[in-house]
């Protein structure tokens, strides 16, 4: 099958070759998943690696980043193919195009699936006459304009407001959809436009509404920036098949009221099973220290330096200072972000072995680029947590100390194989800052420890 057969809605797709597809493309990613996780005790008895096989990718401990970027690019790559051989589907039995649509939502997939394999076949449309491409180019470009920013604004709005899901349903089958109505309205009724100006216009709907969902307050920069790599590929891919169902004379296919009526039904499907990934940070670093000025440092941290890296300064949340409300287990710690406080509680209290507490209130994870004050993203508060975190101090033959930090996070949103990464970057570059910043302390009291010659060899007093 070359590129052109697969995006042309006029060629057709057979059942068998429909059904063949289908499990080909499907089948991938759980069989990459298997193999990614070959040294683990995951089977194919594990109905969660068959219904959401890349939610399993993210949970196997220490995979290498490379195999979670591989599975992303699949997961897209198999999107597009099922949703094009769907496209191509409604093309050969005279469908409404927005039933291909479903094909990509998780789960009820497999009833979309079923039905194009199953359905009888209908009379396939008739392309329309030459002289129905004679019309106003712009008003073309204004309706396709009008409608991709409007579904955007749609999806977003009642994919997180309405169902607080952060999904696929969002930053997948939304793009497609939207690039889809773009596509096909801005080359319907008109001269068709070629492959590159109608991906242009579907970049022009993408950014107007972007721009929207900034000005309405519902969305923040930062965020759009994030989730712009992931929403390219489907809003390009849409945009391309609906160019070529416009150029086809589809006039069964109705754009944007099969989009209103399936972006639901996808979000109701992310908020009913929503993703909660554990992931479980690891870092050493070794301080010329004894443990005893090291826990003084930990304790009595101070405000943290240098400034963090250009992400964190753009609205990351990222720590300044902590601060303890008495001593021992039970005793209240305020850690103090650039996004809020974060108010946890002592769970071991061992001086100069270990700290351990866990997190009762929850900073925002970010706070939005935006000319308002207050931005209605539910993403920043409850979809990224610290639920606990440890520093364990270990001696050294050298008289130093080996500080150990571990800490266990929940990103609840999709799909976490390009989101996970992300997070974990975030996490370890905070983890980074605030360990130096400990070592940097404690190697400072020792320093001051040491005999002074002006002093006629007594040692600074320690702070």
Known sequence: MNLRRLFDPQTPCGTLSYAGGCVAA?????????????????????????LLPFRRLTQIEGLPPAFLAGGLVLMLAVACVLALLSFRRTASDGADAGLAAVAIVPVIQFAAFAWFVLAPMLRRPSPVSAEAWRGDGWAAVTQAILAGTGLM????????????????????????????????????????RSAGATAGWVFGATFIGSAMLIAFGLEGGICMVMASPIM?????????????????????????????????????????????????????????????????????????GPEPALPFRLGLAYPLRAEFRGAGVGAERIGVFSTGEAHERVTAWEPGRRLAFEVLIQPPAMRELSPHRIVHAPHAIGYFETAWTSFDLWPTASGGTRLVERAEHRLRLEPVAYWAPMARWAIQANNARVLDHIRRTAEASVARAQPSPASGGLADPLP
């Open 153 to 192: 604004v749609f999806a977003v709005a009642a994919s997180t407001l309405v169902f607080g899901a952060y999904g696929f349903g969002l930053f997948v089958l939304s793009p497609l959809l939207v690039g889809f109505a773009t596509g096909f309205l801005v080359n319907r009724r008109t001269e068709p």
């Open 232 to 304: 390219a590929g489907p809003a390009i891919v849409g945009g391309l098949v609906g160019r070529e169902f416009a150029i086809a004379g589809r006039a069964r296919t109705k754009p944007v009221v099969m989009s209103l009526a399936i972006m639901p039904l996808a979000f109701a499907v992310d908020a009913a099973m929503p993703p909660e990934t554990l992931l479980i940070t690891h870092e050493t670093i070794e301080i010329d220290a004894p443990p005893s000025l090291v826990w003084a440092a930990l304790i009595d941290m101070g405000e943290i």
């Open 26 to 50: 499907y089948a991938s990613q759980p069989l990459y998943v298997l193999w990614a996780a070959r040294a683990t005790e995951l089977t194919v008895g594990d109905w969660g690696l068959w």
